[in-house]
């Protein structure tokens, strides 16, 4: 299955601040997923990150304070904008993987962001 | 839309006992569904997934799912726990049939010595 980096794996921020997170694939993937997991909270879709156009956000989340990008089907970056500590959750990246045989979606190992 | 709930929050088991995690989909046509798990400072992991075909999956480390249309049901199951098996389980299904997964409210198990 494909290997994901996410960097950076933790990272302590002043409110007001911005955090630019990369996610870095070891294949080409045509999908990729941006979520986070509050404290104590499941998973939520922050957006889908569309290679050569913009994401597409899910509802409660806007572009202008997590602005994505994706320049390839390798990469893709979130940032989370203007934070606040409300923001401070494990923020992580996804792909879709569709083999030949198999199905499934990999995950990164997230972002522990706290903000202060 | 499809969604996924998990009604057991909190579990705590002996080591050795019977393992059962509830969750349940709501019926939105094709039915995709996955259980992940997520064991402490670790990343999520597919334990398995159920698309079509035999109803009972097998995945890793020992876990089975059976999908019960009947009951719009998709438990995970294990016969015997082990300390190791500590961790937080998520049920997971399809958005829509948009390949956007979203997960259940999550399972956290501790598993006693």
């Known amino acids: 299955s494909a290997v994901i980096s996410q960097k950076p794996s933790r990272d302590i921020c002043q409110r007001g601040t911005s955090l630019t997170i990369q996610c870095q694939v070891d294949s080409q993937v045509t999908m990729m997923f941006w979520y986070r997991q509050q404290p104590g909270q499941s998973l939520t879709l922050i957006a889908t990150?569309?290679?050569?156009?913009?994401?597409?956000?899910e509802s409660g989340f806007v572009i202008d304070k997590f602005p994505i990008s994706r320049p390839n089907l390798t990469f893709s970056t979130l940032t989370v904008s203007n934070m606040s500590p409300e923001d401070s959750s494990i923020y992580l990246c996804?792909?879709?993987?569709?083999?030949?045989?198999?199905?499934?979606?990999?995950f990164g190992s997230g972002t522990r962001l706290t903000v202060v | 839309a499809q969604s996924v709930s998990q009604h057991n929050h909190h579990v705590i088991l002996s080591e050795a006992a019977s393992l059962e995690l509830g969750c349940n989909y709501s019926?939105?046509?094709?039915?995709?569904l996955f259980w992940y798990v997520q064991y402490p400072g670790q990343h999520l992991q597919l334990l398995l997934k159920y698309f079509s075909g035999d109803p009972l999956v097998k995945g890793i480390k020992g876990f089975e799912a059976e999908f019960i249309k009947s009951k719009f049901s998709f438990n995970l199951r294990k016969p015997s726990v082990q300390w190791s098996d500590t961790a937080e389980y998520f049920c997971?299904?399809?958005?829509?049939?948009?390949?956007?997964?979203?997960f259940g409210s999550g399972t956290r198990l501790l598993v006693r010595p």
């Open positions: 990150a569309n290679q050569g156009s913009e994401a597409t956000y």
């Open positions: 996804s792909v879709e993987e569709v083999g030949q045989n198999n199905y499934g979606y990999t």
């Open positions: 997971a299904t399809w958005m829509d049939s948009s390949y956007k997964l979203i």
């Open positions: 019926y939105g046509g094709t039915v995709n």
